[in-house]
């Protein structure tokens, strides 16, 4: 099944791993598995990761030149679109291969695998290297390790609407190969520092609830007043995730005079339609919005607050 994606690894000399801008966990640390697997068993190739844009909890960025790229086989991950990856050169590449598990929008790879029924990319990551194809091949501790960081980070510790048996069994197999210490693994990825749960507890005082819809919009006084950066503060949506009677929920936050908004829903609650016609996007459970007017901010929300009640 992954017979050409292996042909393509073995024909090329240079591979660049790709990622998407503003890199979360799941794409962090997939790069850098999918980077240290290469490594590890070709020995004889030049392997890099490209991107500038750094995730806190892992930064890691490197210098690739162009004529690097140019001849590299590119592998993107966890990027459904190439408006939404980090370094544009991913279409110089001599040959471009997608590895994603969001809705399957645009294939912009030569060769495309796509599983929206993944959790984390973390997840088709597993059962590539781990599949017929690439058995004879050494998976290190670190390669486990960090496959598993990325399902951990993307299924927030296998529990979001996209873990599946298949999400379980993948983490169940890395644990075991890569001998994991799970409790050690689930703190590094989740546990916060005593600022940030201070932070948190500020924001937890702009939630708004209107029936099964709950939201919170952090204007650029409030960012300040609790002093997060947007991004930042952004991510702290699943904090509302964790209220049994919301069926959708959403986290807005200001940028440069207009609003960036991440939507979240239960399993049956479909919200990235909704997000397309805002110009948005993403999973049927998890979505997002960029450079919304507070008007049409507004008109979303009265969408997303009658959807469900449904
Ligand atoms: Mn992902």
Redesign the pocket.
């Known amino acids: 099944m992954y017979k050409q994606l292996l042909e393509k690894i073995l024909e090329y000399e240079r591979i660049t791993v790709f990622r998407h801008q503003r890199p ?1 966990g ?2 962090m640390f ?1 790069a850098y598995a999918l980077s240290c697997f290469l490594k590890d068993n070709f020995k004889e190739k030049q392997i890099r990761i490209a991107g500038k844009e750094e995730y806190d909890l892992f930064p890691y960025t490197e210098d690739v030149p162009d004529e690097f790229i140019k001849s590299s086989l590119g592998i993107a991950v ?1 990027t459904s679109t190439i408006a939404r990856v980090d370094d544009k050169r991913l279409e110089s590449c001599d040959y471009i291969i997608k590895i ?3 809705p399957a929008i645009e294939n912009y790879g030569n060769l495309n695998y796509v599983d929206d029924k993944a959790g ?3 997840e088709l990551l597993t059962e590539i290297l781990f599949s017929g194809d690439f058995a004879s091949y050494y998976k290190s501790k670190e390669v486990c390790k960090y496959l598993y960081c ?1 399902i951990l ?2 299924t927030i510790n296998f529990r979001t609407s996209s873990t599946t048996a298949n999400t379980l069994k993948a983490g169940a197999l890395l644990a075991e190969k890569g001998d994991l210490v799970i409790s050690e693994l689930s703190d590094y990825i989740l546990n916060v520092s005593s600022t940030v749960f201070r932070k948190i507890t500020d924001i937890r005082k702009h939630l708004n609830i209107s029936g099964s819809f709950g939201y919170i919009i952090l204007n650029n006084e409030d960012l300040a007043d609790i002093d997060i950066p947007a991004l930042e503060a952004k991510n702290h949506i699943t904090e509302i995730g964790n209220i049994i009677d919301l069926n959708i929920w959403a986290f807005a936050v200001e940028s440069e005079g207009r609003f960036d908004c991440s939507i979240r829903s239960k399993k049956n609650y479909r919200v990235n339609d909704i997000a397309m016609k805002y110009n948005g996007g993403g999973h049927f459970n998890a979505s997002g919005v960029r450079g919304l007017s507070i008007e049409q901010l507004t008109e979303m929300f009265n969408e997303l607050h009658e959807r469900s009640s449904q």
Do not use: E, K
């Open positions: 979360d799941d794409c997939s966890d994603d598990h969001h984390a990319v973390g990325a980070a993307d």
